[in-house]
């Protein structure tokens, strides 16, 4: 149902890489627009962890790292840990809607 | 370092108007490189862009397709916020209500989120 498809879970052992990967059209990510990712922990609001595809805002660990290619993007988690234990939301611009989408949030549990 | 605080009622009734105010602390709602924007999160329709206001040498809004008729979103310059106004709800729009401001294309930092309910 959201614009931009995410897989509902991911999991990993400490220690470990995991990645959770954002699909979105020709009308949002493959038409150019950035892709940024958000951290919400339980009963908090959403966190900024990238910007701008590829970049760590002040303070977050670069153990956080995004990448796009076409119509998708990507957020690799190194090191897993199991504070970063969340859920995790990519978002970009989509012109047929005019507006700003999110994708429908992955569930990261660290084992 | 910029706080965003959301108040407003957490219960309202069906076809009756939702308003949330978001006081903005260290920005200014008339900053002319930043917009000020609604965003709500429920179970079934996840995370969802509502609309913004920013100011450019003057006031403008855009709204998201879903909510146009529905919507207005206010800044009240006097006391450094802005308002969403959300009207003929259902219960359908019950989810947490975030505000957020946008320097370019994404939010950062978030209100702390206002779970508003739809029900009689």
């Known amino acids: 149902q959201s614009v931009l498809t995410q897989p509902p879970s991911v999991s990993g052992a400490p220690g470990q890489r995991v990645t959770i990967s954002c699909t979105g059209s020709?009308?949002?990510?493959?038409?150019?627009?950035?892709v940024h990712w958000y951290q919400q922990l339980p009963g908090t609001a959403p966190k900024l962890l990238i910007y701008g595809n590829n970049n760590r805002p002040s303070g977050v660990l670069d153990r956080f790292s995004g990448s796009k290619s076409g119509t998708s993007a990507s957020l690799a988690i190194t090191g897993l840990q199991a504070e970063d234990e969340a859920d995790y939301y990519c978002q970009s611009y989509d012109s047929s809607l005019s507006g700003w989408v999110f994708g429908g949030g992955t569930k990261l549990t660290v084992l | 370092q910029l706080q965003l605080q959301q108040s407003g009622p957490g219960l309202v009734t069906p076809s009756q108007t939702l308003s949330l105010t978001c006081a903005i602390s260290?920005?200014?709602?008339?900053?002319?490189?930043?917009?000020w924007n609604w965003i709500r999160q429920s179970p079934s329709s996840g995370l969802e862009w509502l609309g913004r206001t920013y100011y450019r040498s003057r006031w403008y809004t855009d709204y998201a397709v879903s909510v146009k008729s529905r919507i207005r979103i206010n800044p009240d310059t006097s006391k450094n916020q802005f308002s969403l106004h959300l009207n003929s709800v259902t219960p359908e729009d019950t989810a947490v209500y975030y505000c957020?401001?946008?320097?370019?294309?994404?939010?950062?930092?978030w209100g702390q989120g206002t779970l508003v309910t739809v029900s009689s």
């Open positions: 260290g920005d200014s709602v008339s900053r002319n490189t930043a917009a």
């Open positions: 957020a401001r946008a320097l370019y294309d994404w939010f950062d930092p």
């Open positions: 020709s009308s949002n990510i493959g038409a150019g627009y950035e």
